[in-house]
């Protein structure tokens, strides 16, 4: 196979929305195809359980496998200094002697593998995935022209296993979406792959609004926003969360925002009076958080029920959650 139908497959892999695993069994079949090596190993990594996990692997046996699995492997990667963006390194040419990696010394060399290459997966744009290791069974170190090859080859196979690239396919399911991002557990946010970035989604109240809701196991919400951060766009965008399905558990979900802006006729005080009724807060809260009279917000609830068709407070909320028609109240800060 040469190198340019691989690429071309490599590409096509990473654009798919298929299961993850379907890609990397792909991604792997399409490199041993390519590449002589004895065997491959395809691992991501597991800041939740600080284990590298196999998506994928050619030429290894089930007790290797099994080996590789272990704290103890994170940990030696991480001396090794392979969790960093780097081109590839022959496991010969680490900071850390062979010898000193009980991995090798336990496990790879007696399965009968002597060397092996190295390649660090981070997505551009987005967090460090996991790490690519082709091993041999000589002890000839991998050639100049495949070091190349292989890092030129590296953004392209992190982004097919890049795990926010299967929210994709549940965000498409959101009519109208037009930017994304991903959130991870551990605080940190990406731009979801396939979509544009938007500033309301950029170290912004929304993104804590979503980490909240997530957080306490909601799998769904849709809402609305202001969009003066985006005047092109029209008062108020819509933004849906939605819990991450088929991905690591180090990966919370997506918020997605969409330029919806009609929302059963409600004004945007009308909205955010909503958003209060949905938290439970009674009429004189409402005006306290609001700093509007009492009798204010009255006529607005009035005016809320005649719009949703709705004969109850309650209902309204209902229906408010139901059709994502009404803006959340930002968080307290706690002192």
């Known amino acids: 196979m040469q190198n340019d139908e691989v690429v071309a497959e490599i590409v096509d892999i990473a654009a798919s929305t298929v299961p993850l695993l379907e890609r990397t069994r792909g991604l792997v079949e399409s490199l041993d195809g390519w590449l002589a090596v004895d065997a491959i190993w395809l691992s991501l990594a597991d800041p939740e359980s600080n284990v590298y996990a196999t998506v994928g692997s ?22 090794a200094e392979l969790n960093q963006d780097r081109p590839p390194i022959a496991v010969t040419e680490l900071p850390v002697p062979v010898e000193g990696l009980p991995t090798w010394a336990e496990c790879l060399i007696p399965a ?24 041999y069974s000589s002890t000839e170190p991998p050639s100049g022209r495949l070091r190349d090859s292989i890092g030129q080859l590296a953004p392209l196979i992190a982004r097919a296993v890049s795990p926010l690239r299967s929210l994709l396919a549940t965000a498409r399911l959101v009519r109208g979406a037009t ?13 979801l792959p396939g979509l544009e970035n938007h500033p309301s989604l950029v170290d912004s109240l929304v993104l804590g609004i979503a980490r909240q809701t997530l957080l306490a196991g909601q799998v769904y919400r849709s809402f609305m926003w202001p969009s003066q951060d985006a005047p ?29 802006a009609e929302c059963r006729g409600l ?15 009674s009429n004189q809260q409402i005006a306290t958080r609001l700093t509007v009279a009492p009798r204010t917000v009255a006529a607005h609830v009035e005016h809320i029920l005649h719009k949703l068709e709705v004969p109850t407070r309650t209902l309204a909320a209902v229906q408010a959650e139901r059709e994502g028609c009404y803006v959340p109240p930002c968080p307290r800060v706690r002192r």
Request: no cysteine.
């Open 58 to 79: 050619t030429g290894l046996e089930r007790p290797v496998l099994e080996y590789l699995d272990r704290p103890t492997v994170a940990r030696e990667i991480q001396l």
């Open 112 to 135: 009968g593998f002597r060397d092996g290459l190295a390649v660090p997966l981070i997505e551009p744009g987005g967090p460090y995935l996991g790490m690519l290791s082709l091993l």
């Open 179 to 191: 930017a994304g991002a991903v959130l991870l557990r551990d605080g940190s946010t990406y731009p």
């Open 232 to 260: 092109d766009l029209a008062d108020h965008v819509r933004i849906t969360v939605l819990a991450a399905t088929d991905a690591p558990a180090f990966v919370l979900g997506t918020v997605l925002l969409a330029p919806d």
């Open 267 to 281: 004004t945007p005080r009308e909205m955010e009076v909503l958003g209060l009724i949905v938290e439970g807060r």
